[in-house]
């Protein structure tokens, strides 16, 4: 069944801000920004400091599966957010999905936000000559193909299974090349012996 975004996942942009934000060491909850979004892709949680601003209400707050894409730009490939940024507060130019998950995964719409062709839609409904901003009523209505839960479960299981096989072949790839390393030195050593 197709739907549209809008129909099963909200969608709203991060905090906005007046001024700078500076981040301070020791805040009451994590502050994730535009500059943050590309380190926490790779997985590289550091880059994520904190505040003690106060604010109104909690919907710019992220929740474990809420997934973010970044409004500015031309790289629209989207995030999903972990246990460890729950409750953290999340900034303009950011955009939060979030999933009815009584009929969508998030990690299913992740994969389906991170397909070529979609990529390439949500691509055309950024404007700007300098800099591109996406057009959040296009992407409420961007339409998506939409199966049962019973098979998002299953593509789900599928990608963490390829997430791992990924992880294991990265593992294997770098004890290789220890190991080669290695036989390379003791070639060295047992040539300048000789």
Not at 44 to 52: I, P, R
Not at 71 to 81: C, I, M
Not at 126 to 154: D, F, I, Y
Not at 159 to 185: A, R
């Amino acid at each position: 069944m197709r739907v549209k975004i809008e129909q099963v996942a909200e969608i709203r942009t991060g905090y906005a801000f007046r001024g700078a934000v500076n981040k301070i060491k020791g805040g009451a909850r994590p502050l994730v920004q535009m500059s943050d979004f590309n380190p926490l892709r790779d997985g590289c949680f550091e880059s994520v400091g904190t505040t003690n601003i106060t604010i109104r209400s909690d919907e710019c707050l992220l929740q474990e599966g809420d997934i973010l894409i970044k409004a500015r730009g031309s790289d629209f490939t989207p995030l999903v957010v972990t246990k460890r940024l729950s409750g953290a507060l999340f900034t303009h130019p950011l955009v939060r999905l979030r999933t009815n998950r009584k009929c969508l995964l998030p990690e299913f719409l992740f994969w389906l936000l991170s397909k070529a062709r979609v990529q390439k839609q949500i691509s055309q409904f950024s404007a700007g000559t300098v800099v591109k901003m996406l057009n959040l009523q296009h992407l409420k209505k961007l339409e998506v193909e939409l199966p049962s839960l019973s098979r998002q479960e299953k593509v789900q299981e599928l990608l963490e299974l390829l997430g791992k096989e990924e992880m294991l072949q990265g593992q294997y790839l770098m004890k290789k090349k220890q190991y080669v390393s290695g036989l390379i030195e003791n070639l060295i050593n047992v040539g300048e012996k000789e």
